[in-house]
T-cell receptor, first 112, second 116 residues
Framework: RKEVEQDPGPFNVPEGATVAFNCTYS??????FFWYRQDCRKEPKLLMS???SGNEDGRFTAQLNRASQYISLLIRDSKLSDSATYLC?????????????FGTGTLLAVQP | NAGVMQNPRHLVRRRGQEARLRCSPM?????VYWYRQLPEEGLKFMVY????????ESGMPKERFSAEFPKEGPSILRIQQVVRGDSAAYFC??????????????FGPGTRLTVT
């Protein structure tokens, strides 16, 4: 079983649509959770951290369910510029390491 | 306010040569991480360093790969006797002291290594 699993997509949606990505992680000791976005042949960019209470940043809402080991990202009113690969990322677990474990990403293509 | 800097951005090496990849963390960040992204794959952790210390190298291949973060200067990822399978994008990330959480890491633009 992969440590972080995501639906690879692609998700093809029209501008203005709402799209949701889901992610599951296998290590119950993971303590920190993130969504990054990666444009083609570019570096990952931090989109948002994910907190247990859920958090929102503009059109983006992230949710975390520790009991189910499940993370989600909701994008409302999609823009063409949202087209990218969205990476679900968790830390490995307790201890001194800050190792990030990446999912393979979900590709989003927003169509005009 | 410069972000994480990496150089070179592109590096071509013949099989058997050495590759040296450099990373300067964001100002105020004392933690450096190296990740590798093979073609069509996700990012994989390689090593985590603080100044003059390797904290976690569990993702480093056992041979040919080494990393350092000296007291002065950038962090260096060194690959000796490169092989075609080393062709990948190598990303460096940095974070501030982890007195708080979460451990947000910010990535540099990467070095694309091509081994011919």
């Amino acid at each position: 079983r992969k440590e972080v699993e995501q639906d690879p997509g692609p998700f093809n949606v029209p501008e203005g649509a709402t799209v949701a990505f889901n992610c599951t992680y296998s290590n119950s000791a993971s303590q920190s959770f993130f969504w990054y976005r990666q444009d083609c042949r570019k570096e990952p960019k931090l989109l948002m951290s994910v907190y247990s209470s859920g958090n929102e940043d503009g059109r983006f809402t992230a949710q975390l369910n520790r009991a189910s080991q499940y993370i989600s990202l909701l994008i409302r009113d999609s823009k063409l510029s949202d087209s990218a690969t969205y990476l679900c990322v968790v830390t490995e677990g307790g201890g001194a390491t800050n190792k990030l474990i990446f999912g393979t990403g979900t590709l989003l293509a927003v169509q005009p | 306010n410069a972000g994480v800097m990496q150089n070179p951005r592109h590096l071509v090496r013949r099989r058997g040569q050495e590759a040296r990849l450099r990373c300067s963390p964001m100002k105020g960040h004392s933690h450096v991480y190296w990740y590798r992204q093979l073609p069509e794959e996700g990012l994989k952790f390689m090593v985590y360093l603080q100044k003059e210390n390797i904290i976690d190298e569990s993702g480093m291949p056992k041979e040919r790969f080494s990393a350092e973060f000296p007291k002065e200067g950038p962090s260096i990822l060194r690959i000796q006797q490169v092989v075609r399978g080393d062709s990948a994008a190598y990303f460096c990330a940095s974070s501030p002291k982890t007195s708080g959480s979460p451990y947000e890491q910010y990535f540099g633009p990467g070095t694309r290594l091509t081994v011919t």
